[in-house]
């Protein structure tokens, strides 16, 4: 059955077809690889990205509420919780303690976070997500749990002792032991966060009590989380309320696809494919007429050399891409997309590893054949068609 | 089947099944497990802030969805557009 619909003969015609040409076919090759790699590459990547971020999106507070000032955010006062805490539907409002502090010796900005103290209901917490963890230094004030990052940051700044000492905006010194680090498994989360008690974070940031940065707010029904963000926005106009669906929009709007390094990969890999094109559809050298002709002489028909072309574009285009994927899954995932990678984590000092959460995405898979397989093969086979039909005897001559 | 064909037919046998070891093997090694997510979905309960640590040279990227518009300005004023992330990820998300 399956050999009267697939001319082994003529499969092999098109393989010696394509090793009659082996420099020019090897070249198309190595091109049509390439480019299956890189698209997939940044794919992936971005995909895994994207998937890592979803897979926390649901832990995010409901409502934000920053007061802007002057177009920058600034300080709160404490007693706007109380009177968010009066709108019907909320259950709870937490003022927050947080902010960057750029540590001048190794050149880094870290994300520190107050917590309220070191209580029981956090210990849970702990426990899954600190390595080298003591409850008891931490139940000391003066201490703090650190990402993996900050920790390697601390001892290339030479801090290579058990504490740190950050630098207060009046010059003086605040000491904090280091009780322990994030995990590695979170570290795409946590490898900049510093967290400690929000009494050390006010002295650090030279914050007042009556002051906080900014406020968590908690709705018992989802519904009405839009509703409650209105009513706040109206209660107080100077504020910006970010609530968890802008948190996902953002999220699904994390690459800047418009501008930049993507558009410029986009367009140098799109040019170099559709320059094959090209090439290949701006019509066949003389030489591959003239095969068509005496093909058709010797008895051929216009099925037989289509279907034959077919093959030999199918056996590069599908053999390369699927080169292509294999080369793309091993580069992003086992070996960490490296020059690539450097598009995505910036310059900064503190990087994180980056091991990218695998995601088997058909959509991808599928994108990129679409946008390559039968478009190759469409441009080998059109212009064979416009050869194969014309009379044979005007083709040799 | 010519030797040809054959080796055809192999490579491409030996590809697809390449392909599929390849995706089980990253499917249980790297792939999120329960565990690891449920300690991610603890953490940022914790901190209660969103983004992620990949790129932290700047503010407005490593908490974009919080960064309103002007924080381009607010960091540095001479407008620091130019870090290779501002290229990649797209700031400024959040502002209402």
Redesign the interface.
Known sequence: MIKEKINLYLIQYAINAILRQKSKNFFILNIFILLTFLLTSIFFISNSIKYELNSTVEALPQITVQKIKAGKSYDMDTSVVDNILTITGVTDAVARVWGYYYFENVGVNFTIVGLDTYENQYKKSFENIVKKFDINELSENSSMIVGQGVYESFKKGYYLQNYFNFIKPDGSIKKLAIAGTFNSDIQLESNDVIIMSKENVREIFDINEDKTTDIVVKVANPEEIDTIAQKIKLMYPDTRVVTSEDFKVSYQNIFNYKSGIFLTIFIISLFTFFMIIYDKSSGLSSEEKREIGILKAIGWTIDDVLKEKFYESFIISFLAYMIGIISAFAFVYLFQAPLLREVFVGYSELKTTFELPFVFNFQTLFLVFFLSVPVYIAATIIPSWRTATLETDEVIR | ??K??TY?FY??IS??T??FI??IY??S????TKE????????????????????????Y??????A???SIY?DDGSLREY????????HS????
């Open positions: 089947m010519n040809k064909t055809l490579t491409i590809l697809f390449l392909f390849q995706i990253l499917y090694t790297k792939a999120i690891i997510k449920e300690a991610k979905v603890e953490f940022v309960q914790l901190v209660q802030l969103p983004d992620l640590a990949i790129s932290t040279e700047a503010t990227i490593r908490h974009r969805s919080l309103d518009i002007f607010k870090f290779p992330s501002t290229f990649t990820y797209s998300q959040g502002y209402k």
